[in-house]
């Protein structure tokens, strides 16, 4: 008997929200990297080299502290509205196969599940967005003021409107365009000058080239992710958002010169062997 879109639609949203809870961990570490948090000491180690340096806790050390802290749930804090944005995005999504045509329903994706979260099962990503964030970034203060995800919509409807479910915004946004057009374009420059027709694995090559083009480009624009998860708990009445850990934001170039001048856009981008920064944001315990 075959199955009905139905079927196909409950099947990818059950394998979405299971991918989710598993790797939720991961993204949960990375945001509270990205915002700065930084509770255990940093560890004398080596390079490849030879040459002494300082460590920062990897993941697996991180996330034996936030089970120490929170204990066994403690690492799936904010994972409802992750949920809700993958159940959104898969129910929204349609077989697009042209770049502007992918590029506009990112944008309008973006739009529909931004409030909850960026994940799309679809893509390689791991970005996370107003809700999830905050829900995640109440680690460092040890708040309360976020849970659930009803409780967050009202929350932020209260005190922002509906221009605060869409904090960071446009820097997901841009981050995402500038990456698709990118990644399609190199692939199909890679494909039609650089692959020989007359080359036996040429077919299975060309394949693998958007994977990799994929892989490379979602480093080079992670500088857009970090920016739009700061701006996301920037100011929102959290301490992982607010001074001395984080100057109050005007727009998200402020956010993006003030992490520039810090030499922290890339910070989270690594979950090991993570070397001390030349300057550290000031931690909750100091």
């Known amino acids: 008997m ?15 929200a299971t991918v989710t809870t598993i790797t939720h961990p991961l993204l949960y570490v990375k945001l509270l990297i990205q915002v700065g948090h930084e509770p255990l000491p940093p560890a004398v180690g080596s390079t490849m080299l030879g040459r002494p340096v300082l460590y920062l806790p990897g993941f697996f050390s991180y996330a034996q502290y936030v089970l120490r802290v929170d204990g066994k749930l403690g690492l799936f804090r904010g994972l409802s509205p992750r949920i809700a944005s993958s159940t959104i995005s898969t129910l929204v999504r349609g077989k697009i196969e042209r770049t502007t045509h992918d590029m506009i329903f990112r944008c309008l994706s973006r739009v529909a599940t931004h409030p909850f ?99 490379t480009l979602r480093v080079l624009t992670y500088p857009f992710t970090l920016v739009a998860d700061v701006m996301a708990v920037n100011n929102c009445g959290l301490a992982a958002g607010l001074p001395p850990r984080f100057p109050v934001f005007t727009s998200w170039l402020h956010c993006w010169n003030h992490l520039s001048t810090e030499d922290q856009l890339f910070r989270g981008s690594r979950l090991f062997f993570r070397q001390v920064p030349v300057t550290l944001p000031p931690s909750v315990e100091d």
């Open 2 to 16: 075959p199955s009905t879109p139905v079927v196909v639609d409950a099947a990818v949203v059950l394998l979405g």
């Open 117 to 215: 979260h960026g994940y799309a099962p679809c893509y390689q990503s791991d970005k996370s967005q107003v809700m999830s964030v905050r829900c995640m970034a109440q680690f460092v203060g040890r708040e309360t003021k976020y849970s659930g995800v009803f409780s967050c919509i009202m929350t932020i409807f209260k005190e922002e409107g509906l221009s605060g479910f869409y904090t960071g915004f446009v820097p997901h946004v841009l981050g995402e365009v500038l990456f698709l057009w990118c990644c399609n374009l190199l692939a199909y420059l890679i494909n039609t000058y650089a692959v020989d027709d007359s080359f036996s694995q040429a077919s299975t090559l060309r394949n693998y080239t958007k994977f990799v083009m994929s892989i």
